[in-house]
């Protein structure tokens, strides 16, 4: 799907280089069943080295695959034509390029910056908890929920990321946010730490083993929430959270997207 978060023509592909492990992986990963993404990536990569070196040194596991693309990349592309092969590769995966560039992120994605707070807070009792909010990107969440929590916790794997909003807890001395890495399935964190347990955007890849992580680090008797932002998708429920036992909620976005928000206590 194209969001139009970024014009991909205005990027270097050495933008790659600002990106970390877990993306290097995932790209290399997930999309090796669309030929013509491999074969665009492959050529960026065969006449990008020092992307391909940075590629292999940063995400070892993918140079099996990184060597294979590259080996089958076309000869003797004009530099036309290897730039056509970035373009491409950065518009499909504008989602993972807006990571090196916070503000652009904040700037162009629109389930951010048309996203209203009290979307969150009317679904549980902030006051006083302790919450963890996992896949915080630059903090949507994580600092809504700081101006009533005890403390957040915001576990983000992307480096980059990490940096932006560490970045904003220090210009703005904001006293109860504490930054830290970790996946929705493998968070660096004890069991039964949290009051409160939340997400947007992150749940969906492997609901047994995320949400088995994210239940086993809420406290009994606390809340997992799955709060996306506000965009102008058309959704209908989600029928795996419903099973799951969360109960939705449902909104219009100002662009007219169809939200729905999930909760669920949680009882061991």
Wanted: contains cysteine.
């Amino acid at each position: 799907m194209k969001f139009n978060w970024i014009n991909a023509e205005e990027f270097s592909f050495n933008s790659f280089l600002l990106l970390d492990r877990w993306i290097i992986g995932m790209i290399c990963r997930n999309y090796r069943e669309w030929a013509e993404f491999e074969k665009n990536l492959g050529a960026a990569l065969a006449y990008n080295p020092v992307v391909a070196w940075y590629f292999v040194q940063r995400s070892p596991e993918s140079k099996p695959y990184v060597e294979q693309i590259i080996a089958a990349a076309a000869k003797g592309l004009s530099a036309d034509e290897v730039r056509q092969a970035e373009v491409f590769v950065l518009q499909a995966m504008e989602t993972s390029v807006v990571y090196a560039y916070p503000e652009i992120m904040n700037r162009n994605c629109n389930y951010i910056y048309d996203w209203d707070k009290q979307h969150l807070l009317h679904l549980a009792d902030f006051r006083d908890a302790l919450v963890l909010d996992v896949g915080s990107g630059t903090g949507r969440l994580a600092f809504a929920a700081a101006e009533q929590a005890r403390r957040v916790y915001a576990s983000e794997p992307s480096d980059r990321l990490r940096e932006y909003m560490r970045d904003k807890i220090r210009r703005e001395n904001i006293r109860n946010v504490k930054v830290l890495d970790g996946t929705a399935d493998s968070l660096p964190y004890e069991d039964n730490t949290f009051d409160i347990v939340m997400s947007g955007h992150v749940l969906g890849d492997n609901y047994d083993l995320e949400l088995a992580e994210l239940t086993r680090v809420v406290k009994n008797g606390g809340v997992i929430i799955d709060c996306i932002g506000d965009d102008d998708l058309k959704r209908k429920l989600n029928e795996e959270l419903l099973r799951r036992g969360f109960e939705a909620f449902y909104h219009v976005s100002k662009s007219g997207g169809d939200i729905y928000t999930y909760r669920k206590k949680i009882t061991k």
